[in-house]
C-alpha cells in the first residue's frame, strides 16, 4: 500500500503523554497557547477540553525501534484521505524513536487545512454530512512486517557428512508439544463488575459530597455550551513524502483514542470536577461609614 511518511522530526515533549500506548504515544497540544492539554479519566475513557477557536495538533510519539504505521481518525474521518474512518486506510509512517505533530487535514504532500476546535456545525465532519462521531480523535497503530533472510543451504560435502536420513529427522525433531489447553471462559460477572463500579464510585461521590461541611460550598456549574467539534482551518505548508508500508497484520496492533470537548461541557457532564468554593467568612469592616438605619 502506500502511505505517508511525516518528515518533520520533533524533539519530545517534555509533558507526559495523554495516551501511552506501548507502540505509540498519543497527545493533544495546543498550538495557541503550546500546552499539552491535560487529560480526564472517566467511564474508562480518556478526555481534554479545547478551547473554542484555537487551532490544535495531534502529537504521535513512536515508542519502538521500528517503523510503525499510524492511521489517524478525528471525529470519525480520516485525516490523510477525508474518507469515513476505518483502519485499513492510509496513514503516517513514523521511523524509529519518532516524534510528529499532525497539524490539519491533509490537502495534498505539500499542504494542511489547519485542525481547530469549533462548534458542531461548522465541524469539518458535520458539513461533509457526518456528524455522528464528532468529538474523539483516535489512532490505529500498524507494525511493518520483516522479511525474513532465505535460509542457509549446508553444501554438498556437508550433506555427505551428515547423519542419515532417519537419524537426523529423530536428532533433529522434538517430540511436538501437546496443545495448550484452551483458556476458561471469563465468568459473566466479569462483564457486568464495570458499570457496577462506576455507580458504586459515582455513590461514593454523592455520600463525600453531602456530607461535607455546610460552609463548604460548591462553584455552580457552568451551563453547558454547543459541542466541540474540528474545524477545516486556515491552509498551512506541511510536506510529506510518500513511501511504502507493509504491516504484519490486517487488524491494528494497537488502537487508542482521546474525546474532546469544551470545558464547560466536560464539567456539566462530572468528567472535570467542580472546586469546591471557599466559604464566606463575617467581615469585621464591611464598610467605611455608618449607614443611616432604615425607616419605620
Given at each position: 500500500?502506500?502511505?505517508?511518511?511525516?518528515?518533520?522530526?520533533?524533539?519530545?515533549?517534555?509533558?507526559?503523554?495523554?495516551?501511552?500506548?506501548?507502540?505509540?504515544?498519543?497527545?493533544?497540544?495546543?498550538?495557541?497557547?503550546?500546552?499539552?492539554?491535560?487529560?480526564?479519566?472517566a467511564g474508562g475513557k480518556l478526555y481534554v477540553a479545547g478551547t473554542p477557536g484555537h487551532r490544535y495538533a495531534v502529537r504521535l510519539v513512536n515508542?519502538?525501534?521500528?517503523?510503525?504505521?499510524?492511521?489517524?481518525?478525528?471525529?470519525?474521518?480520516?485525516?490523510?484521505?477525508?474518507?469515513?474512518?476505518?483502519?485499513?486506510?492510509?496513514?503516517?509512517?513514523?521511523?524509529?524513536?519518532?516524534?510528529?505533530?499532525?497539524?490539519?487535514?491533509?490537502?495534498?504532500?505539500?499542504?494542511?487545512?489547519?485542525?481547530?476546535?469549533?462548534?458542531?456545525?461548522?465541524?469539518?465532519?458535520?458539513?461533509?454530512?457526518?456528524?455522528?462521531?464528532?468529538?474523539?480523535?483516535?489512532?490505529?497503530?500498524?507494525?511493518?512486517?520483516?522479511?525474513?533472510?532465505?535460509?542457509?543451504?549446508?553444501?554438498?560435502?556437508?550433506?555427505?557428512?551428515?547423519?542419515?536420513?532417519?537419524?537426523?529427522?529423530?536428532?533433529?525433531?522434538?517430540?511436538?508439544?501437546?496443545?495448550?489447553?484452551?483458556?476458561?471462559?471469563?465468568?459473566?460477572?466479569?462483564?457486568?463488575?464495570?458499570?457496577?463500579?462506576?455507580?458504586?464510585?459515582?455513590?461514593?461521590?454523592?455520600?463525600?459530597?453531602?456530607?461535607?461541611?455546610?460552609?463548604?460550598?460548591?462553584?455552580?456549574?457552568?451551563?453547558?455550551?454547543?459541542?466541540?467539534?474540528?474545524?477545516?482551518?486556515?491552509?498551512?505548508?506541511?510536506?510529506?513524502?510518500?513511501?511504502?508500508?507493509?504491516?504484519?497484520?490486517?487488524?491494528?496492533?494497537?488502537?487508542?483514542?482521546?474525546?474532546?470537548?469544551?470545558?464547560?461541557?466536560?464539567?456539566?457532564?462530572?468528567?472535570?470536577?467542580?472546586?469546591?468554593?471557599?466559604?464566606?467568612?463575617?467581615?469585621?469592616?464591611?464598610?467605611?461609614?455608618?449607614?443611616?438605619?432604615?425607616?419605620?
Amino acid at each position: 500500500m502506500r502511505s505517508l511518511l511525516c518528515t518533520a522530526l520533533l524533539a519530545l515533549a517534555s509533558a507526559m503523554p495523554a495516551h501511552a500506548g506501548s507502540l505509540l504515544d498519543l497527545s493533544v497540544i495546543d498550538r495557541d497557547n503550546g500546552q499539552t492539554l491535560p487529560t480526564y479519566s472517566a467511564g474508562g475513557k480518556l478526555y481534554v477540553a479545547g478551547t473554542p477557536g484555537h487551532r490544535y495538533a495531534v502529537r504521535l510519539v513512536n515508542r519502538t525501534g521500528a517503523r510503525v504505521l499510524a492511521v489517524l481518525s478525528v471525529d470519525g474521518v480520516n485525516a490523510v484521505s477525508g474518507e469515513s474512518a476505518d483502519t485499513s486506510q492510509t496513514g503516517y509512517v513514523l521511523d524509529p524513536w519518532e516524534s510528529a505533530e499532525i497539524n490539519g487535514w491533509r490537502k495534498n504532500l505539500d499542504e494542511i487545512a489547519q485542525f481547530n476546535f469549533t462548534t458542531l456545525p461548522d465541524s469539518y465532519a458535520s458539513r461533509t454530512g457526518r456528524p455522528a462521531n464528532v468529538g474523539v480523535i483516535g489512532v490505529a497503530v500498524f507494525q511493518e512486517r520483516r522479511i525474513m533472510p532465505p535460509k542457509h543451504v549446508p553444501d554438498v560435502a556437508a550433506r555427505q557428512e551428515a547423519p542419515a536420513p532417519d537419524d537426523l529427522g529423530m536428532a533433529a525433531a522434538a517430540p511436538p508439544a501437546p496443545p495448550a489447553p484452551p483458556a476458561p471462559p471469563a465468568p459473566s460477572a466479569a462483564g457486568a463488575a464495570a458499570p457496577s463500579a462506576a455507580r458504586d464510585t459515582s455513590a461514593e461521590l454523592e455520600q463525600a459530597q453531602t456530607a461535607a461541611p455546610s460552609a463548604m460550598t460548591r462553584v455552580p456549574a457552568p451551563r453547558p455550551t454547543e459541542k466541540l467539534g474540528t474545524g477545516h482551518g486556515a491552509r498551512e505548508y506541511s510536506h510529506v513524502d510518500q513511501t511504502t508500508f507493509e504491516r504484519a497484520t490486517r487488524r491494528p496492533a494497537e488502537v487508542l483514542a482521546i474525546w474532546y470537548d469544551s470545558h464547560a461541557n466536560l464539567v456539566a457532564r462530572g468528567i472535570i470536577p467542580r472546586p469546591p468554593r471557599p466559604p464566606r467568612e463575617p467581615q469585621p469592616f464591611p464598610n467605611s461609614f455608618v449607614p443611616d438605619p432604615p425607616r419605620h
